[in-house]
Protein backbone atom coordinates (compact mmCIF):
# COMPACT_ATOMS: atom_id res chain seq x y z
CA UNK A 1 0.00 0.00 0.00
CA UNK A 2 2.94 1.97 0.91
CA UNK A 3 4.15 1.49 -3.08
CA UNK A 4 0.88 2.18 -4.11
CA UNK A 5 0.84 5.94 -2.22
CA UNK A 6 4.56 6.53 -3.63
CA UNK A 7 3.59 5.60 -7.02
CA UNK A 8 0.72 7.97 -7.12
CA UNK A 9 2.48 10.98 -5.37
CA UNK A 10 5.39 10.78 -7.95
CA UNK A 11 2.99 10.45 -10.72
CA UNK A 12 1.30 13.29 -9.55
CA UNK A 13 4.14 15.41 -8.82
CA UNK A 14 6.09 14.35 -12.71
CA UNK A 15 2.50 15.66 -14.24
CA UNK A 16 1.57 18.64 -12.15
CA UNK A 17 2.91 21.71 -13.87
CA UNK A 18 4.40 24.48 -11.93
CA UNK A 19 1.29 26.70 -10.77
CA UNK A 20 0.19 30.90 -11.24
CA UNK A 21 -2.91 31.66 -10.53
CA UNK A 22 -2.86 34.04 -13.01
CA UNK A 23 -5.48 33.25 -15.72
CA UNK A 24 -3.79 35.32 -18.68
CA UNK A 25 -0.29 33.88 -17.86
CA UNK A 26 -1.53 30.37 -18.29
CA UNK A 27 -3.73 31.15 -21.34
CA UNK A 28 -0.55 32.58 -23.22
CA UNK A 29 1.63 29.26 -21.49
CA UNK A 30 -1.30 26.77 -22.85
CA UNK A 31 -1.10 28.90 -26.26
CA UNK A 32 2.80 28.78 -26.57
CA UNK A 33 2.58 25.03 -25.88
CA UNK A 34 -0.56 24.33 -28.51
CA UNK A 35 1.75 26.32 -31.78
CA UNK A 36 4.88 25.02 -30.50
CA UNK A 37 4.00 21.57 -30.44
CA UNK A 38 1.59 22.16 -33.63
CA UNK A 39 4.26 23.68 -35.96
CA UNK A 40 7.26 21.29 -34.77
CA UNK A 41 5.05 18.49 -36.28
CA UNK A 42 5.82 19.08 -40.20
CA UNK A 43 9.83 18.66 -39.11
CA UNK A 44 9.17 15.30 -38.61
CA UNK A 45 7.35 14.62 -41.78
CA UNK A 46 10.22 16.40 -43.71
CA UNK A 47 12.58 13.74 -42.18
CA UNK A 48 10.69 10.66 -42.91
CA UNK A 49 10.11 12.46 -46.71
CA UNK A 50 13.74 11.34 -47.50
CA UNK A 51 15.11 9.77 -44.35
CA UNK A 52 18.58 8.81 -45.92
CA UNK A 53 19.58 12.21 -47.26
CA UNK A 54 18.62 13.67 -43.44
CA UNK A 55 20.49 11.09 -42.22
CA UNK A 56 23.63 11.76 -44.52
CA UNK A 57 23.60 15.13 -45.21
CA UNK A 58 22.75 15.67 -40.70
CA UNK A 59 23.43 12.94 -38.57
CA UNK A 60 26.30 11.54 -40.79
CA UNK A 61 27.95 14.93 -41.31
CA UNK A 62 28.03 15.33 -37.38
CA UNK A 63 29.67 11.78 -37.10
CA UNK A 64 27.04 10.18 -34.95
CA UNK A 65 26.94 6.60 -35.17
CA UNK A 66 24.12 4.72 -36.78
CA UNK A 67 22.79 7.81 -39.16
CA UNK A 68 19.89 6.14 -40.54
CA UNK A 69 18.36 4.82 -37.08
CA UNK A 70 19.12 7.80 -35.18
CA UNK A 71 17.56 10.11 -37.93
CA UNK A 72 14.12 7.69 -37.30
CA UNK A 73 14.32 8.28 -33.52
CA UNK A 74 14.45 12.29 -34.19
CA UNK A 75 11.24 11.86 -36.71
CA UNK A 76 9.51 10.09 -34.16
CA UNK A 77 10.62 12.20 -31.65
CA UNK A 78 8.92 15.17 -33.55
CA UNK A 79 5.97 13.38 -34.95
CA UNK A 80 5.20 12.08 -31.68
CA UNK A 81 6.56 14.46 -28.76
CA UNK A 82 5.10 17.68 -30.71
CA UNK A 83 1.38 16.37 -30.49
CA UNK A 84 1.96 15.12 -27.14
CA UNK A 85 3.48 18.96 -26.34
CA UNK A 86 0.06 20.55 -27.63
CA UNK A 87 -2.40 18.33 -26.07
CA UNK A 88 -0.66 18.76 -22.23
CA UNK A 89 -0.25 14.95 -22.22
CA UNK A 90 2.92 14.13 -20.81
CA UNK A 91 4.69 17.27 -21.73
CA UNK A 92 7.64 17.17 -19.52
CA UNK A 93 9.04 13.47 -21.22
CA UNK A 94 7.60 14.77 -24.76
CA UNK A 95 9.68 18.21 -24.18
CA UNK A 96 12.40 16.80 -23.17
CA UNK A 97 12.69 14.47 -26.19
CA UNK A 98 12.17 17.85 -28.53
CA UNK A 99 15.01 19.98 -26.44
CA UNK A 100 17.48 17.10 -27.43
CA UNK A 101 16.78 16.90 -30.44
CA UNK A 102 16.88 20.82 -31.04
CA UNK A 103 20.32 20.71 -28.96
CA UNK A 104 22.11 18.38 -31.80
CA UNK A 105 20.26 20.74 -33.99
CA UNK A 106 21.81 23.66 -32.83
CA UNK A 107 25.32 21.57 -32.84
CA UNK A 108 24.69 20.81 -36.75
CA UNK A 109 24.49 24.78 -37.49
CA UNK A 110 26.63 25.54 -35.21
CA UNK A 111 29.27 22.97 -37.28
CA UNK A 112 28.08 24.44 -40.30
CA UNK A 113 27.99 27.91 -40.16
CA UNK A 114 29.98 28.68 -36.74
CA UNK A 115 27.87 31.27 -34.78
CA UNK A 116 25.22 32.39 -37.42
CA UNK A 117 22.41 33.94 -36.01
CA UNK A 118 19.97 33.16 -39.69
CA UNK A 119 21.50 29.37 -38.91
CA UNK A 120 20.45 29.26 -35.01
CA UNK A 121 17.35 30.98 -34.27
CA UNK A 122 14.87 28.66 -35.30
CA UNK A 123 16.46 25.85 -33.17
CA UNK A 124 17.05 27.98 -30.70
CA UNK A 125 14.07 29.24 -29.90
CA UNK A 126 12.63 25.94 -30.40
CA UNK A 127 15.15 24.56 -27.78
CA UNK A 128 14.35 27.16 -25.33
CA UNK A 129 10.09 26.67 -25.69
CA UNK A 130 10.89 22.90 -24.87
CA UNK A 131 13.01 23.34 -22.09
CA UNK A 132 10.17 25.89 -20.81
CA UNK A 133 8.12 22.91 -20.74
CA UNK A 134 10.41 20.83 -19.25
CA UNK A 135 10.89 23.18 -16.38
CA UNK A 136 6.96 24.24 -15.94
CA UNK A 137 5.29 20.91 -17.67
CA UNK A 138 2.02 21.69 -19.56
CA UNK A 139 0.43 24.48 -17.07
CA UNK A 140 -3.16 24.64 -16.02
CA UNK A 141 -5.04 24.22 -19.39
CA UNK A 142 -3.46 20.41 -19.84
CA UNK A 143 -4.01 16.96 -19.96
CA UNK A 144 -1.78 16.66 -17.17
CA UNK A 145 -2.88 18.74 -14.96
CA UNK A 146 -6.12 16.67 -14.98
CA UNK A 147 -4.57 13.27 -15.08
CA UNK A 148 -2.48 14.92 -11.93
CA UNK A 149 -5.89 16.04 -9.97
CA UNK A 150 -7.38 12.39 -10.65
CA UNK A 151 -4.15 11.07 -9.08
CA UNK A 152 -4.04 13.44 -6.21
CA UNK A 153 -7.64 12.99 -5.35
CA UNK A 154 -6.76 8.98 -5.53
CA UNK A 155 -4.12 9.79 -2.89
CA UNK A 156 -6.22 11.77 -0.86
CA UNK A 157 -9.01 9.15 -1.01
CA UNK A 158 -6.53 6.23 0.02
CA UNK A 159 -5.05 8.41 2.75
CA UNK A 160 -8.62 8.98 3.66
CA UNK A 161 -9.83 5.52 3.81
CA UNK A 162 -6.67 4.92 6.22
CA UNK A 163 -7.65 7.23 8.16
CA UNK A 164 -11.37 6.16 9.06
CA UNK A 165 -9.83 2.72 9.32
CA UNK A 166 -7.39 3.60 11.83
CA UNK A 167 -10.51 5.49 13.68
CA UNK A 168 -12.63 2.36 13.39
CA UNK A 169 -9.34 0.29 15.18
CA UNK A 170 -8.69 3.36 17.68
CA UNK A 171 -12.90 3.58 18.07
CA UNK A 172 -13.22 -1.31 18.77
CA UNK A 173 -10.48 -0.53 21.06
CA UNK A 174 -11.89 1.90 23.10
CA UNK A 175 -15.01 0.22 23.25
CA UNK A 176 -13.76 -3.59 24.12
CA UNK A 177 -11.72 -1.89 26.98
CA UNK A 178 -14.86 0.14 28.57
CA UNK A 179 -17.18 -3.29 27.35
CA UNK A 180 -19.29 -0.97 25.74
CA UNK A 181 -20.07 -0.34 21.94
CA UNK A 182 -20.73 3.24 19.97
CA UNK A 183 -23.90 3.85 18.28
CA UNK A 184 -21.48 4.75 15.48
Do not use: C
Request: no cysteine.
Amino acid sequence: MIAQQRMLSLGGLALQPNQSSNTAFQISWTILRVVAGIVMVHNGLDKLANIESFAQAYVAYLGLPFPITLSYMAAFTELIGAPLVALGLLTRPAAMGLFFTMLVAMYHHVKIAGLSIPYLELSALYAATFLFFVINGGGQFSVDAVLANILNGLRSNQTNGKRASLEDVFRRSDEAASGTKSVL
